[in-house]
């Protein structure tokens, strides 16, 4: 039998976190949790987990904190869970690397088929990143090289650190060259299931990568967007 996938939730207020552990427990994952910031990000670290849910109001450290300095390490799949309708919150968390966004209140049956999508990408990814090895291809645009062997993007030389998402997109769109894509084909070919998120999810993530690749973000020339039609990186 397959080993069962651990989850990790970070959340202060026990009656929810409680009910969460109970619920997904009994769908067959191994649950661990956390009642502050602090407990949850060293938790997190020790990389022995296939998913984090992240509350973001806690003590002692925040949800977007941790979220940051997971990111900083590790690409475990999170899903952040707030009380606030905050579209701010939304983008923050999104910004920094979290792969899901959920508010409360949820239903149980929502939440586990989003941890269910969420891990089942993540594996998948890593096997294709397995598969790859030995296999590289570069993709140039520009100044800017991507090597999708050892997943890394360089504009002159220089290493530029993308997140997870901001990889898949800007391959995405590299691989794809010439052809625009609407915001809702860009979720469902690089999220994967669009339904989920709401469009200003790409809007984010090109805002992000056009702040690391571009010279002039606010006059990009590697990613552009055509009013109604979509995001492409132009033929040379
Ligand atoms: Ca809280």
């Known amino acids: 039998m397959e080993k069962a996938k651990k989850i990790l939730i970070v959340e202060d207020e026990k009656d929810i976190s409680e009910i969460i552990a109970y619920n997904i427990r009994r769908q067959g994952y191994d649950v661990d949790t956390a009642y502050d910031g602090e407990t949850g990000l060293n938790k997190a670290l020790s990389g022995e987990f296939d998913l984090v849910l992240l509350d973001v109001m806690l003590p002692k450290m925040d949800g977007f904190e941790i979220c940051k ?3 900083e390490k590790l690409q475990t799949p999170i899903i952040i869970l707030t009380a606030r309708e905050e579209e701010n919150d939304k983008i923050m968390g999104l910004d920094l690397g979290a792969d899901d966004y959920m508010t409360k209140p949820f239903s149980i049956g929502e939440l586990s088929s989003r941890i269910k999508a969420n891990i089942r990408r993540y594996s998948g990814e890593l096997k294709k990143l397995g598969e790859n090895d030995g296999d590289g291809t570069t993709i140039k645009i520009g100044d800017i090289i991507i090597d999708t062997e050892n997943v890394s ?10 997140s997870k998402k901001e990889y898949d997109l800007l391959c995405f ?3 794809n060259r010439g052809s625009k894509f609407p915001q809702d084909k860009l979720l469902e070919s690089v999220w994967g299931f669009g339904g989920y998120y709401d469009l ?14 571009e010279d002039d973000s606010s006059n990009p020339k590697y990613i552009l967007n055509m009013r109604s039609v979509g995001y492409y990186i132009p033929e040379d």
């Open 69 to 71: 300095r997971i990111r």
């Open 173 to 175: 769109l590299a691989k």
């Open 153 to 162: 993007v360089r504009k002159n030389g220089k290493e530029i650190s993308l």
């Open 200 to 213: 200003r999810t790409v809007d984010v993530t090109v805002r992000r990568i056009r702040q690391k690749i």
